[in-house]
């Protein structure tokens, strides 16, 4: 891989990544965005301008760019698994979460009876 910088054609092996946590738990996602820094670049410091956009997608979609210098967009779905487990950890209430681009609830989807049911249901 280049690095993203403008300018630069040194060998890049950082991979720029994003994460949203919840408080005290490891990340609901966090997708590498396929946009590279060299050594160099990696360790000088930068300036991330970050802009958060909503959508309904399920997809968490990352643009990286720098000035004058490459783009780079990576696409990644939102593993709806992992969501669930995060809330759990944290005692929230899963059973009425209804995952982007599902028209049924968690509880709906994950139900088999007994002791998951009893889990994911709200209290």
């Keep these: 891989m280049v690095c993203i910088i403008a300018g630069c054609r040194n ?3 950082h991979n720029f990544g994003v994460r949203l946590r ?3 738990i490891w990340a609901i996602w966090a997708p590498n965005t396929e946009a590279y ?3 160099e670049h990696a360790v000088q410091g930068l300036r991330v301008e970050v802009t ?3 959508t309904d997608t ?3 979609d990352t643009e990286v760019s720098s000035p004058r210098g490459g783009l780079v967009r990576r696409l990644v779905p939102l593993r709806t698994y992992d969501l669930v487990l995060s809330m759990l950890a944290a005692g929230e209430c899963v059973g009425d979460y209804v995952p982007p681009g599902s028209d049924r609830s968690v509880l709906d989807v994950f139900l088999d009876g ?3 049911a ?3 249901a709200c209290s």
């Design 11 to 13: 060998r890049a092996r």
């Design 114 to 116: 007994g002791e998951k």
């Design 58 to 60: 399920g997809v968490v």
């Design 52 to 54: 958060l956009i909503p």
């Design 118 to 120: 009893a889990r994911l």
């Design 22 to 24: 919840r408080p005290r």
């Design 37 to 39: 820094l060299c050594d």
